[in-house]
């Protein structure tokens, strides 16, 4: 029989962590709490693709110098992003000389980095893993959409790719916050085949996930300080209210989306709100990663939400299947 859920006899905790964000992200409600931003979004390379490999290389940087620890100390790095064959993570991590593990999850990369990194860790295998996801509007757009020049509209479902970057370092020692419990998530598929609708695509992964999740453990929504997925963005959290409150559930008192909130919708213009690899993985390292450390939250659910989709499986009409990985955090065990 399938084991559903990992309970970690050693929790792993979560040690340092770091964000590198764009410039809309700068000016969005947690514009202040982002270690570090770059109003150009170029972050000083020639491409966007480079731009978004240059704000993984900074932002680990930034979370080994936190956590006090050199190359040598990390034992692998599970890393990914949006780009064909993750080549941003590949070539933006290059120089650590660290093992790498290149991992595509679409938006739901930074739950599955963190669920691999505690599982190795967890287990002995390794003592310090880095989890590192990142995105970029403009090679993801370029990539899945239409270039920029191109001036394409956007329907009110679209989400907007965050240029962002979170890493994280997962160590056998430390002080928490621990990732407790984890579960890998079932690629699901409704049939939404409109790559500018993300969020109607991964609700049902989430809604999947979350179920499962709440069933196997006995819990419910209010057993829980805040529950955050990412990126459903306004189209997906909404789906994901009314499904769960229909399956008995109601989530609204601790639920939250970082798509949903890494923009002030109306004030920015985002229509469905925010998506992409690092929009998940910036808000946790720069806000509720915090608010578990200050004890503001003390147990909360992560479920990373992914559209695993391609550029030929959109051009060829095919339905994008979603997926939904969790990890439950705690401050203390």
């Known amino acids: 029989m399938r084991k559903d859920i990992i309970?970690?006899?050693?929790?792993?905790?979560?040690?340092?962590?770091?964000?590198?964000?764009?410039?809309?992200?700068h000016q969005g409600p947690f514009g202040g709490k982002y270690d570090m931003y770059d109003e150009t979004d170029r972050f000083g390379m020639p491409t966007w693709e480079q731009s978004e490999g240059e704000m993984q290389r900074q932002a680990l940087n930034l979370a080994m110098k936190k956590a006090q620890l050199k190359a040598e100390d990390i034992d692998a790095i599970f890393a990914g992003d949006l780009i064909n064959q993750c080549t941003s993570s590949s070539y933006g991590l290059l120089d650590f000389d660290i093992p790498y593990f290149g991992l595509y999850g679409a938006c739901s990369t930074c739950a599955q980095?963190?669920?691999?990194?505690?599982?190795?860790?967890?287990?002995?295998?390794?003592?310090?893993?880095?989890?590192?996801?990142s995105s970029h509007n403009c090679s993801a757009e370029r990539q899945f959409r239409f270039p920029?020049?191109?001036?394409?509209?956007?329907?009110?479902?679209a989400q907007w790719t965050?240029?962002?970057?979170?890493?994280?370092?997962?160590?056998?020692?430390?002080?928490?916050?621990?990732i407790v419990e984890a579960m890998g998530g079932i690629s699901t598929d409704m049939g939404i085949n409109d790559a500018n609708n993300m969020g109607a695509a991964m609700a049902p992964a989430a809604i999947s996930?979350?179920?499962?999740?709440?069933?196997?453990?006995?819990?419910?929504?209010?057993?829980?300080?805040?529950?955050?997925t990412g990126d459903l963005g306004f189209e997906g959290y909404?789906?994901?209210?009314?499904?769960?409150?229909?399956?008995?559930?109601?989530?609204?008192p601790v639920y939250t989306d970082c798509g949903l909130v890494i923009y002030d919708r109306e004030a920015q213009d985002m229509h469905a709100g925010g998506s992409g690899c690092g929009c998940s993985a910036a808000l946790m390292a720069a806000n509720f990663l915090e608010e578990i450390e200050r004890g503001i939250l003390n147990?909360?659910?992560?479920?990373?939400?992914?559209?695993?989709?391609?550029?030929m499986s959109v051009q060829q009409g095919l339905s994008i299947p979603g997926i939904a990985h969790l990890v439950r955090i705690r401050r203390e065990i």
Do not use: H
């Open 7 to 25: 309970k970690f006899k050693n929790p792993p905790s979560i040690i340092s962590r770091a964000s590198v964000v764009g410039n809309k992200e």
């Open 113 to 133: 980095a963190l669920l691999l990194s505690s599982m190795t860790v967890s287990s002995g295998s390794f003592e310090n893993c880095a989890a590192v996801t």
């Open 148 to 157: 920029l020049e191109y001036g394409s509209q956007r329907p009110p479902t």
């Open 162 to 178: 965050a240029t962002a970057s979170g890493a994280f370092i997962v160590s056998s020692k430390g002080k928490g916050p621990y």
């Open 209 to 228: 996930t979350l179920s499962r999740y709440f069933t196997v453990t006995g819990t419910k929504p209010a057993d829980f300080d805040k529950i955050i």
């Open 238 to 252: 909404s789906i994901v209210i009314d499904i769960m409150e229909k399956q008995g559930y109601d989530m609204r």
């Open 299 to 311: 147990d909360v659910l992560f479920i990373g939400t992914g559209a695993l989709l391609s550029q």
